[in-house]
C-alpha cells in the first residue's frame, strides 16, 4: 500500500485552521504520519517528511524511529535460533551482541549476519526480523569432511577445507587424517580418486601431502604408497588403481614392506621393513649356503 502526503495539503489545512489551532493541526498530522509509516514499514528506511512550514523541517531519521519504534512497543523481546546443531548458542549470542530491550527497526541485520558467519561451524547465517519483538537468525552448518594435522594442531575441516574447530577432536575420529601443508584445499580431489577403490581405502589410515605438490598414502598396516603428481602423463589415479589391482593378486600390504614408490608407470620400487630386510638376508645366506 503507497502512502503520500502533499506539502499543499497541509498548506490548506493551515489556512483553514483556525488562530491558535496550527500546532494541534500539525500534532495530528505528525501522529497520523507515524501511524502510516509504521504501517507501510517505511519506518525501516529512514524518511524525510519536508512539510513546506516556513522554516521547520520535521526529519524523520534514526533517532525519530527508534523512539517511534519504542513508543509503539517494537524493541526486541525473543531471539529465535534455528540450525545451531553444534554452534554454541552462547558463543553466538556473544558474538551478535545485546540485542535484547532494543527498538527492533535499528537493529542492523547484516551486521549480525557477518558477526555470525565468524563461527567456525556457521557456514551461513540468515537474520531477518519479525514485527513487532523478534529477531531470527537461521543458521547453516559446515560439515566435518576431514581431520587435519598442522604442526602440531589438528582441526576439523569442511569440504572446502575450511576449519571448523580444534575442539573435541576425539568425537570426529572416524573421520579421514590429512596431514601437511595444503592438504585441506587438496584433499577432496585426492578423496575423490581413492574413493574408486573403496575396499584399498578402508585401509588407510592417513594422508600426507609432501611439498604442496603430492600425497603419500599411509596404511593401518603401516605401510606407505607413495604417489605421483598429477598433471603428468601419469596420474595418481593410475598408480592407485595399478596398486589395487596388485594388493588384490598379490596381498602387498601383508609383506613387510615399509614404502611402496609407484611414482614412476614402469616400475614400483620398495623398501622393506627392519623384519623385512631380516628376513631378506637370512634367505640370502641360505641359499648362498646351498649354492
Known amino acids: 500500500m503507497d502512502y503520500a502526503v502533499r506539502a499543499s495539503d497541509l498548506n490548506k489545512a493551515e489556512r483553514k485552521a483556525p488562530r491558535g489551532s496550527l500546532v494541534s493541526m500539525r500534532q495530528v498530522v505528525s501522529r497520523h504520519l507515524r501511524g502510516l509509516l509504521l504501517a507501510s514499514g517505511l519506518l525501516g528506511a529512514g524518511v524525510a517528511v519536508h512539510m513546506g512550514w516556513a522554516s521547520q523541517v520535521i526529519i524523520l531519521g534514526s533517532d525519530w524511529l527508534s523512539r517511534g519504534a519504542v513508543n509503539a512497543g517494537m524493541v526486541v523481546a525473543q531471539l529465535d535460533v534455528r540450525g545451531a546443531h553444534r554452534t554454541d548458542e552462547d558463543m553466538l549470542l556473544h558474538s551478535v551482541g545485546d540485542l535484547l530491550g532494543r527498538p527492533i527497526l535499528s537493529v542492523d541485520l547484516l551486521a549480525i549476519k557477518a558477526h555470525a558467519e565468524e563461527l567456525g561451524w556457521v557456514q551461513q547465517a540468515h537474520v531477518t526480523r519479525q514485527l513487532p519483538a523478534t529477531i531470527n537468525i537461521e543458521i547453516v552448518e559446515r560439515v566435518p569432511f576431514a581431520l587435519w594435522q598442522m604442526e602440531n594442531e589438528v582441526w576439523v575441516i569442511d569440504q572446502a577445507g575450511v576449519k571448523i574447530t580444534a575442539d573435541a577432536i576425539e568425537e570426529f575420529r572416524n573421520l579421514p587424517f590429512i596431514i601437511g601443508e595444503g592438504a585441506p584445499q587438496a584433499?577432496?580431489?585426492?578423496a575423490d580418486v581413492?574413493?574408486?577403490?573403496?575396499?584399498?581405502?578402508?585401509?588407510?589410515?592417513?594422508?600426507?601431502?609432501?611439498?604442496?605438490?603430492?600425497?603419500?598414502?599411509?596404511?593401518?598396516?603401516?605401510?606407505?604408497l607413495r604417489l605421483p603428481e598429477p598433471g603428468g602423463a601419469y596420474m595418481p589415479e593410475d598408480a592407485w588403481q595399478r596398486f589395487a589391482m596388485m594388493e588384490r593378486d598379490h596381498q602387498l600390504l601383508s609383506r613387510e614392506v615399509a614404502v611402496f614408490d609407484m611414482r614412476q608407470p614402469d616400475r614400483m620400487v620398495v623398501n622393506l621393513t627392519d623384519a623385512g630386510e631380516k628376513d631378506l638376508k637370512n634367505k640370502t645366506t641360505q641359499a648362498d649356503r646351498s649354492t
Open 194 to 224: 581413492l574413493g574408486r577403490e573403496q575396499q584399498l581405502m578402508a585401509r588407510v589410515s592417513s594422508l600426507i601431502r609432501v611439498g604442496d605438490r603430492r600425497w603419500d598414502v599411509l596404511f593401518a598396516s603401516g605401510a606407505r
Open 187 to 190: 584433499y577432496k580431489e585426492i
